[in-house]
Every structure is written in C-alpha cells, then in structure tokens.
C-alpha cells in the first residue's frame, strides 16, 4: 500500500516530487541541484527563481520568460532525478531565496516547489567529483583492481 502509487489520483498528489534542494560553490559558479523522484515519462519542465527584496526573478525556465539579468550567466543541465542550475560569476548581490519548481506535463497537481536559502560565505564548495564516482566507482574499483588481479595471477604461475 505505497501510496505513491499513481493509482488514486489524489493519493499520487501528497507524493512530493522534489526530493532535495541544494547548493554549492563551483569555482565562481553557483550550482543550485534540485532532486527528484520521476513517477512519469511525461516532459518536464522547470523554473528557477530568486527571491530577493520580496521580489521574483526568475533565472532560468523553461515554464516562463528567463530575466535579461540572468539570461547570459545561466544554464541548466538535466539528467535522470536532477536537475543542475549554474549560475556564473555568483557574488553577494546573487543572494536569496532560490526555488526550483518542476512541472510534468499532465500530472502532479501537488507540490512541486522547494526553497533554500544562498548565503555566499555560508555556501561550501562543491564534491566536483562525487556525482561522478557515484556513477562510476564500481568501473573505477574495477580498473584500479585489474593491475592487482594481473599480478597475482603472474605470481601464480
């Protein structure tokens, strides 16, 4: 009895499709990852917004218009269950409320929205290559343990 299952749609509804958001420093970047679980094959859309002054701007979406502000300094990349933000030459002046709100098209009709606060001094820097080991740490045990297998088998012959 998940009640994730997309079965009831009211049930499907209470499943929150954001799982995590968080962010980081990548050099002079800021990495903004926003988590989730896909319960569908339908397109996804996205929004990423700041919150400052009590006002929104939105960074990069494809649900509305992007501001001219942010257009140029920011890109999303998207592989399965993450959506990544990278917004260049971060200062002070970016910080605020981030928000990543997804969309499935023709589904969800919960919540889709997650908030963090970016403080620059208080951001830590990105494992650059932790999703990347995650991904591969099998193939890297593997390739780093091939010498090793060679060797013992050299020494018993």
């Known amino acids: 009895s998940n009640p994730c299952l997309p079965l009831p749609v009211l049930q499907a509804a209470h499943c929150q ?3 995590d958001l968080s962010a980081c420093l990548l050099g002079q970047s800021l990495r903004v990852d926003c ?13 990423f917004s700041i919150t400052k002054d009590n006002r929104k701007h939105v960074i990069h979406s494809t649900i509305t218009v992007s501001e001219n502000i942010y257009r140029s300094r920011a890109s999303v990349t998207m592989q399965k269950n993450l959506v990544c933000l990278y917004l260049q030459s971060f200062t002070t ?15 969800y009709t919960g919540n889709q929205i997650k908030n963090i606060t970016v403080i620059k001094d208080k951001l830590e820097k990105c494992a650059g290559f932790s999703l990347l080991i995650q991904n591969t740490s099998w193939l890297l ?15 018993s012959l």
Request: contains cysteine; charged residues 25%.
């Open 93 to 107: 002046s970016d910080e605020g409320v981030y928000m990543c709100e997804l969309r499935a098209t023709n589904d």
């Open 17 to 19: 499709m954001i799982k």
């Open 35 to 47: 988590r989730y679980e896909n319960k569908t094959s339908n397109p996804l859309t996205y929004e």
């Open 141 to 155: 045990l593997l390739l780093l343990s091939l010498p090793l297998l060679q060797a013992v088998d050299f020494v």
